[in-house]
């Protein structure tokens, strides 16, 4: 390598220089690779840099490799980094519709180009680029899912599966707008997908709206309305006056538990209790043994004491006014 390609290597040094750093082992200390124009800062003249290092052929991709395994030859891991850096950046460039810089997003893409070279078995028989494509997107992927929204995306294979396929699959059907999607189309995706219907349609909603809103957001102008978060709906509220009635009428309902069951006997009301009215209920078999008759003979009378407590709770409740007359 002449020093004029060495001087520009070492100008392109990756933003993020902590997570460039590929141990090579205990006693060779770390490799530590000055790949990252920083993307960030210029995309075209970084484009324009890593067009400049050559593609590698086979065997000597195979050689690099065996001296980076064998010896911890950083020199041998850099040019095998360098020479997929364009790999890295066509790669990336399919992530442009997340709303993120895309310098970032190839510098993370880089990231998993180095821990590829770092793991590759060139004994294996395939190419570093096979091998590599899978890390890069997987550092890509995690680095979108982390940074689109404050709140956590789903994480599950399916739920990735979700996130990076649904714009391409609405695509795919012309479902262009913002909105919520047809259910037919719901479906479809879901179906394809593996995922619920209902986690095709609140994703896509998080989608539409372009990640994370602030609560604090102003709304209805200067002169007042407050923030969105004034108007927004709590779905589990309960009004006073709901918790009152809903108390009102459990006292009646046990109420007229109460009397119905002064209809049956001893023995009736106390399977009935044990069976259904208990927090533990107990088993037919239990209940056999304090009776000292068969299980078969328990359940019948389970379901007739039942039947009979329905039919006078119904009765005690049409006269009461609580239930209309049939």
Do not use: C
């Not at 690099?64 to 890295?88: F, N």
């Not at 059907?173 to 999607?181: F, T």
């Not at 619920?196 to 994703?203: D, N, P």
């Not at 709206?209 to 709906?233: R, T």
């Amino acid at each position: 390598m002449s020093k004029d390609t060495s001087k520009t290597i070492k100008k392109t040094a990756i933003k993020k220089t902590a997570k460039t750093k590929l141990k090579a082992g205990k006693t060779t200390g770390n490799m530590s690779l000055s790949v990252a124009l920083s993307p960030e800062q210029g995309l075209s003249s970084y484009l324009n840099e890593i067009r400049k290092f050559p593609m590698l052929e086979r065997d000597e991709e195979f050689m690099l490799a065996k001296r980076w395994v064998k010896h911890q030859d950083s020199s041998a891991a850099e040019k095998m980094v360098t020479s997929h850096l364009r790999l890295v950046a066509k790669i990336a460039m399919g992530y442009r519709g997340y709303g993120l810089p895309i310098g970032e997003v190839i510098s993370e893409g880089n990231v998993g180009l180095m821990q590829a070279v770092k793991k590759f078995d060139p004994d294996k028989g395939f190419r570093l680029s096979t091998y590599a494509m899978w890390w890069i997107r997987a550092a890509i992927q995690e680095y979108v899912l982390r940074s689109w929204s404050l709140v956590k995306m789903g994480t599950t294979a399916a739920q990735k599966k979700l996130f990076f396929n649904l714009r391409r699959m609405k695509g795919e059907m012309k479902a262009i707008d913002d909105g919520d999607l047809h259910p037919d189309q719901v479906k479809k995706i879901a179906t394809r997908l593996n995922v619920k219907e209902a986690e095709v349609v609140s994703m896509n909603r998080r989608m539409g709206g372009g990640g994370d809103a602030s609560l604090n957001v102003k709304i209805g102008g200067e002169d007042g309305g407050g923030e969105w978060q004034d108007w927004l709906e709590d779905d589990n509220y309960i009004s006073q006056e709901t918790v009152v009635g809903n108390s009102q009428e459990h006292d009646a309902r046990m109420e007229l538990l109460k009397d119905a069951m002064k209809d049956l006997n001893a023995r009736e009301q106390d399977i009935l209790t044990q069976r259904r009215l208990s927090d533990k209920p107990k088993t037919l078999e239990e209940l056999a043994g304090v009776y000292k008759v068969s299980r078969e003979r328990i359940r019948q009378i389970e379901g007739r004491a039942f039947e009979k407590l329905q039919a006078a709770m119904l009765a005690a409740a049409q006269s009461a006014g609580l239930a209309e007359t049939g």
